[in-house]
């Protein structure tokens, strides 16, 4: 009986951990997720010579970082966007972080 107990807390802990950290994306694994994908494109008429990055991260459930489209413009000095893409990893509930790639001049 004790040991059924210790296993049931030790999933639940488990179960709770793995939630932690996830990542939004078209597709994850729960193991392993390593994604690029499509935003939005903003303006067709401006080039994409600069790319400017910014990302959040989690770590063990604790999360920071800033992945707004503003701190990825600030990143490549964009002044006008020509369109907006989005990355997503993470592996087990160690380790996550989304990305917001912007492209423009």
Do not use: W
């Given at each position: 009986?004790?040991?059924?107990?210790?296993?049931?807390?030790?999933?639940?802990?488990?179960?709770?951990?793995?939630?932690?950290?996830?990542?939004?994306?078209?597709?994850?694994?729960?193991?392993f997720?390593?994604?690029?994908?499509?935003?939005?494109?903003?303006?067709?008429?401006?080039?994409?010579?600069?790319?400017?990055?910014?990302?959040?991260?989690?770590?063990l459930?604790?999360?920071?970082?800033?992945?707004?489209?503003?701190?990825?413009?600030?990143?490549?000095r964009?002044?006008?966007?020509?369109?907006?893409?989005?990355?997503?990893?993470?592996?087990?509930?160690?380790?996550?972080?989304?990305?917001?790639?912007?492209?423009?001049?």
């Open positions: 009986m004790k040991k059924s107990i210790k296993l049931i807390l030790l999933g639940v802990i488990f179960a709770s951990l793995i939630g932690c950290t996830g990542v939004t994306s078209p597709v994850s694994g729960p193991l997720t390593n994604v690029d994908f499509d935003g939005q494109v903003v303006d067709n008429n401006v080039s994409s010579e600069k790319i400017g990055e910014a990302c959040a991260r989690g770590i459930g604790v999360a920071f970082g800033d992945a707004s489209i503003e701190e990825a413009k600030e990143d490549g964009i002044s006008e966007v020509a369109s907006i893409d989005h990355s997503a990893f993470s592996v087990l509930f160690f380790y996550s972080s989304y990305c917001t790639i912007v492209k423009g001049i």
